[in-house]
């Protein structure tokens, strides 16, 4: 069942699909950075750097295959809705997501789902909302805007998203927001989702231009045995997949902080806000909050607060931040911490994500490929 995932990132929405059986078709996303880890995980050739605000529909049909996609899933970028940083209303970025609706509509699929934060409820964002919704092609139903949370489908952090799902009554069953809400379970402890992961160290060897290290404990729960399981055939260059397979594990590298904010950070108290930094420590028995990207190289590169470890006085790492969203510990990120951590805290739950797609893919009937829309 393919799919085109639209302004993709590095992958946490398509990686859910993935799991739930849909296979991504094209990829596609403005920024090299995020399209290269995008490329590297999945080991796919058609994640294409493509200005989905320039680019015409045809070139996405012609670059997706000849079989009309199932699906087209997707995140246009959220910066101008916001709440964390300046939510502006003449964004340019706004306009992406009635372009997202246009060109799912040229592609044609059985369904779509856009996602994006809360803040693209505020009333302010309202007429961005209806512009959208009165590009749906009527021949779709429409559920939403929907706000779930990614910590009631068993994730380990507090996660807000805001959906827009369109389906084709005449392709598959219908769906419905109750269809979601049987798949809630309950959310993942901090403890579960971290508590087996090395300390951050220096790399014991470099390949990829990775620092690997090695795990040192078994799992300690069902979350964890999850998160270690190898990927699935084809996904990651071939010496990434040897040494995950030898017990090696990337994400680990140590930030360094000064003695005294050693001294404030073990002085914290578990779920209550460090006072000179307002960092959040963690709780081993609690969830982690919403993990934040920070600004882009636009608006000043700034690092978004990474929380504190439970019991360790320092903020955490990369893979721990990478569990605690549900990404799975073969997936690389970047080289760099701000890289990865901007690219985690943009991204969508793939524990999310699997349990949408995976109620979709349910509803979606066994008809083969259909012809390509007319453009």
Known sequence: MNIVDLFCGCGGLSLGAHYAGFNTALAVDVDNDLRSAYRRNFGVGNAEKLDLAKTKAATLKRKSG??????????????????????????????????????????????????NVPGILAPRHKSTVDAVL???????????????????????????????????PSEMDALSVADFDRVKLP???????????????????????????????????????????PPPRGYLPEYARQLFAKGYVTGLQPTEHTAKTIERFSETLPGKQESVSRYQRLSWEGIAPTLRAGTGSDKGSYQAARP???????????????????????FLFHPT???????????????????IFSVIASKLDSKNALPLAAE
């Open 134 to 168: 009165s590009s749906i092609p009527d021949h779709y139903e429409v559920l939403g805007p929907i706000k779930l949370n990614a910590a009631d489908f068993g994730a380990a952090t507090s996660r807000e998203r805001v959906l827009i799902v369109g389906f084709n």
């Open 187 to 229: 959310s993942t402890s901090v403890r579960e989702a971290i508590h087996d992961l090395p300390s951050p160290s220096a790399g014991v060897r470099k390949d990829g231009g990775y620092d690997w290290v090695k795990y040192t404990t078994e799992p300690k729960s069902a979350y964890a045995r999850k998160m270690r399981t």
């Open 66 to 115: 000849p079989e009309r996609p199932v699906g087209v899933i997707g995140g246009p970028p959220c910066q101008g809705f916001s709440v964390m940083g300046r939510s502006i209303d003449d964004d340019p970025r706004n306009n992406l997501a009635v372009r997202f609706i246009e060109l799912t509509a040229a592609l044609g699929p059985k369904f779509f789902v856009m996602e």
């Open 308 to 330: 504190i470890h439970p019991r360790e006085p320092r903020v955490i790492s990369i893979r721990e931040a990478a569990r605690l969203q549900g990404f799975p510990d073969w």
């Open 337 to 355: 911490k701000w890289h990865s951590h901007r690219m985690i805290g943009n991204s969508v739950s793939p524990i999310f994500s699997e349990a």
